[in-house]
């Protein structure tokens, strides 16, 4: 049998808008050092999409099973995806990735697009480099919901984070609100209008909620709030 990492302590699937859930869990970077995570459960026409999948407590799976079966498991961003295999050996849900992603225990599974998991569903490319793939899904459903990974957070609480990281977060700007984090920036060496150039695909889409791989939701108005921090991190 394989092994997997063990379940962190986690909140509730909580329905944030029509046919869209989420769940705040946590990951452990080392030792006193835990941060807040995000997973994406949508209701599909054929089953569940999970995005941003987090290992579930017993009870927490149950809940999961009661809203449905696991279909489809969308890797959005190199950096997460720790838990997929092990989400892959339990469901065997179709896997859909971006061209180039660094998986690791899991296949290639299909092309994230608008062909699916979700119809009408639209991918913005960062066109990061090899070792920093990310993208963003938003889709149709709740009045238009984009879904992101580590780009675009939502920087409004702790919830679930260790005390150093409580502490440091914020020194690093991981604070705000809805924001283009600058160690996001740093990492892939962008600053000025390069920030604009890279996430530009964000600007012409029409969305009222966001979900990121941290933080909770944000419902009504998001689309506003994440041209403001495109902007903001532009200057």
Sequence with gaps: MPTFPAALPHGPLTRVADRIHTLRGRFRMGAGMIISRTMTVIEGDDGLVVVSAIRLSDAGHAELDALGRVRHLIKLGDAHGIDD??????????????????????????????????????????????????????????????????????????????????????????????????????????????????????????????????????VGGADEAVWAAIAHASR
């Design 85 to 218: 295999p092990y989400y892959v050996d339990r469901y065997a849900p179709q896997i859909w990735t971006l061209p180039g992603a660094r998986l690791v225990g899991i296949g290639a599974g299909r092309r994230l697009g608008p062909d699916g998991p979700i119809a009408g569903g639209t991918v913005v490319d960062y066109g990061t480099p090899a070792g920093q793939r990310e993208a963003a899904y938003r889709i149709p459903y709740a009045g238009g919901t984009l879904i992101t990974c580590d780009a675009i957070q939502n920087c409004v609480d702790s919830e679930g984070a260790s005390l150093m990281i409580r502490l440091v977060t914020p020194l690093l700007g991981f604070t705000g609100g809805v924001i283009v984090p600058r160690m996001w920036r740093r990492k892939r060496k962008l600053a000025g209008t390069a920030v604009r150039d890279t996430l530009g695909g964000l600007l012409p889409l029409t969305f009222a909620n966001l979900v990121t791989g941290h933080g909770p939701a944000v």
